[in-house]
């Protein structure tokens, strides 16, 4: 089946007592047996949850991986793939990561005994220079959070491949929809279902996808361990708003395909960072590795600080708040915003500057969209 069929049905049946077609919500904390040590697949929901369940197969599916677990957040998801490590492991990682994966590596599992090497990934020998004795994963964003910079996910693999490191894609930007990274070799997939998955900004979630069973089998012992799972009902809400992720990623993408063009012509700006553009560096891996470019826009406006502001300020259907990947469309500051948890001499070496904007395009009309644009550099 191809993925606009999968996104629809993957992991739902219809629910055998009643015939419901939706996926029910089971609400439980716990379930009954049917004999001493007879259950009917599940016991306790922190373990498994037949809503959850039915989202964890679909994600998997539409990865193309072994397995899916859905968390409660992103970074739920993110700290029980980094509890696959212990004390004195290595980990090299992208240096324009979301900011709060940043935060994670940097202020919480530093203190936990891992070491980390942030670098950018655009060269194989600078990665396998910074290969140790004691690494063991490598951890890849692309497109990049917020400057959308491109990854070369087969160069990344190669290299794990012949050092033997496990690989880690946060897809969360680009969906199985236009990327999926197992299919390129990578072990686990992280996402932040907050995003595009669930793509209607009234959830927060996070799912892991593996790809190998020893992983699967450690990810789900993490899971229940730690108690980092999704609950039944925003477990729902992502599995529905899945169903229409294809035209969503398709139309969000038009529309950020006109906005970036747009911005680029425009005088008060000084630089568009979008990989559908031929400017971007990472153009042609993008158009090589991904099936769409997604939506997510980053610019450079001229006039510093206090056009930055007045630009925030003027926005009227572009809401300024942080996320991205929803119907609806947002503005944010990534300096004072979502890569505020990164030091500032670490955010300016890696590019994120104080006049840089992203803006992540909704499926309002774009006419409507560029107007609102074009009145906010105005002011
Ligand atoms: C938002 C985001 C996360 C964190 O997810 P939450 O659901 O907010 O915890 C991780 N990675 C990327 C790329 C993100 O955009």
């Not at 904390?29 to 049917?34: G, I, M, N, P, R």
Request: hydrophobic share 40%; proline share 4%; glycine share 8%.
């Amino acid at each position: 089946m191809r993925f606009e069929t999968l996104a629809i049905h993957s992991g739902r049946q219809p629910d055998p007592t009643t015939g419901a077609l939706a996926t029910p919500i089971y609400q439980t904390s716990t379930f009954v047996f049917e004999d001493v040590g007879v259950t009917r697949g599940y016991d306790y929901s922190r373990t498994a949850n037949p809503t959850r369940k039915a989202l964890e197969n679909c994600i998997a599916e539409l990865e193309g991986g072994k397995a899916g677990f859905a968390f409660a957040t992103g970074m739920a998801a993110e700290t029980t793939v980094m509890h696959l490590l212990k004390a004195g492991d290595h980990v090299i990682s992208g240096d324009d990561i979301y900011g709060g994966t940043y935060r994670l590596f940097e202020e919480v599992m530093k203190d936990f005994g891992l070491e980390f090497t942030f670098l950018r990934m655009d060269d194989g020998k600078r990665i396998e220079e910074a290969i140790r004795p004691n690494t063991r994963m490598i951890w890849i964003e692309t497109p990049s959070n917020p400057l959308l910079n491109i990854i070369d996910i087969e160069m990344v693999v190669d290299i794990a491949r012949r050092h033997n490191l496990m690989t880690v894609a946060d897809n969360t930007f680009p969906t199985p929809y236009f990327l999926r990274p197992i299919e390129y070799g990578v072990d686990l997939v992280v996402h932040s279902t907050t995003k595009y998955l669930n793509g209607h900004c009234d959830v927060v979630g996070g799912a892991v996808v593996t790809n190998t069973d020893e992983l699967t089998e450690r990810v789900q012992f993490l899971l229940n361990a730690l108690g980092t799972c999704a609950s039944p009902f925003d477990c729902w809400l992502v599995l529905r708003g899945i169903k229409t992720l294809p035209v969503r990623m398709m139309r969000q993408e038009e529309n950020a395909a006109q906005v970036a063009a747009y911005l680029e012509k425009h005088p008060k700006v000084e630089k568009v960072f979008y990989p559908g553009l031929k400017s971007h560096p990472g153009h042609e891996i993008a158009m090589r590795q991904m099936g769409g470019f997604g939506s997510v826009v980053s610019f450079e406006i001229e006039g510093g600080i206090e056009a930055v502001n007045s630009f925030l300020r003027s926005v009227t259907i572009f809401s300024l708040a942080e996320s991205l990947g929803g119907v609806d469309s947002l503005v944010e500051h990534p300096a004072t915003m979502s890569h505020a948890s990164m030091p500032e001499d670490v955010r300016r070496g890696v590019g994120i500057t104080d006049s840089l904007i992203r803006l992540s395009v909704g499926l309002e009309n774009v006419d409507d969209l560029i107007e609102d644009l074009a009145q906010a550099l105005e002011s």
